[in-house]
């Protein structure tokens, strides 16, 4: 009792250790810089493992059999790199108080001791990477390429397809493995083959992975991969050449890798440069309308269309009437690809960036019909991902943001060329555009990427008029460097992750109404779209981000 006295002074955590009162407490007063550099308590760890399952597997990347995975984890069979990287894959999505006011600090700290355990333990030694090696990469590259480093982000991605290259990934795997563990190497393949294509989506970052290359076979589906049985699929050139039998259905992880095959394919032609002897876009023979035969046999078996997405919703509903998210993840997700294709391939202004450079001059026929359907993709785009948000779904993968903001740009490009005529826009123009915007806006509670695109935004919209001209055809070819900087910033999503600038906020701040602001929805924004102080993005908080702070690229791959 005397010693209590004594001690009263303590701070309580002090206290509970002093008087034995448990490692968890013991470990919430450890220094910041040891405490994020080891597992947190059992408890702790058992609440992040549940919350990656719930929110990040599936979404849309798939590593594990989840009963596998927990039964070695029980057994210590999974490396210490592995769970650092769940850890800090999961831990924006967690509520735990043992990271409380420190979430980035510890994302940031097990991303790096789990990439350091990587170098030591895989690219150091005589150790032979193994499918672990690609899976934590993997994981590591998403958190360093949404966290802005994107340098840092492409170069594991990288690291990730020739580990997996060195692994036979793209082979189908040995029979002899136990069912679960062949459909497991394939989920890791199309998971490293999926990342890869969604981040070429940027100037002169070509995917590393070519189709021709993938003979391994494409995923079950997720109630057969559960159960460990055995299903019938078909390999990516059987889907390409038609080659698919009546007995034989696409698992909606399936769908996502083919519309992400789809989108490589897109981003190969949209986003670098072409050919001077490319045919134009609306040649018969051209890689514009070959890349449209694709999509029209992606959306014969998506079924892009919102009523089709509804009724799939309710076959994965639990019988509480919950949502299965590990099923409804993929589902949302191909629907999602499919629209981002049909944006970035009939993107007006990016199709003037590219004659500019075939000197070809635009067909109004042809400029006509690529604003209307990519005006069409980008309205159902941002009213796929509204609707899903608010039925339930976890729109919560970090390349949602991109897709909300390069829908978002096309609408607000359609509405100031509308007004340059002195046309009103339709309603369903605006409220595209603002459920768009409320998209970034609500995906900024947890991904930072989406914080700095709902700025750029914002920013785009205030001075997208000079953009707006490229949807006229009689507008001069000779489109001038700021022009097309301006229209690259829409497209480029390496681009988008990167900080906003202090001279950008300030024309944020001084822009006048967004043009998708005339119909007035629940965005926590002012009529002179600033920016609230009870919104997320609260000038206070944005003083810290303008900052320009950049953490090196270099100390994540030393």
Partial sequence: MLTRDLTSHLPGPVQKVLFGQGRRDQELILPRHRRFRDLPPTPVMEAMIDTYFLHVHNQPYSYFQEDNFRQRLDCEAIPKCLILAILASALKFSGDEYFHGYVREATDAYAREAWLL?????????????LNAAQTINMLAIIDFTSGRTSSGWLKIGMAVRIAQDLQLMKDPSPLLPEIEQEEQRRVFWSIYLLDKLVSCQQGRPPALHDEDCQVRLPYSEETFKNGGFETTITMYQFFNWDIGPDVSLSPLSLVILASSALGRCARYILHEPRTEEPPPWAPKSEFNSINSLLMLCDHHIQADGSTFETALA????????????????????????????????HPPLLRLRLQKLHCTVSSVFLTRTIQTSCEHACQLARLLDAAASRGCHVQSSFYAYAAFLAGSILSIVIQAKRRKNEAPSVDLVTSSQQALRTLENMGSVWDH??????????????????SELLDASSSNNIDPATQEMVWSTVDYGAMVTEVRGEQYLQISNAGSPAFMSVDLDLDLGLDGSIDSHSNLAQGELAETMSCFNSSDLQYLL
């Fill in 450 to 467: 989406a914080s700095k695109m709902h700025l750029k935004a914002l920013l785009f919209d205030s001075n997208s008029s000079r953009v």
């Fill in 315 to 346: 076959q994965y509903r639990k019988s509480d009437q919950s949502l299965d998210h590990q099923q409804v993840g993929h589902l949302l997700f191909s629907r999602v690809l499919f629209h981002v294709c049909h944006c970035l391939l009939n």
């Fill in 118 to 130: 990587v170098l030591d333990d895989y690219m150091s030694s005589e150790t032979p990477s193994n």
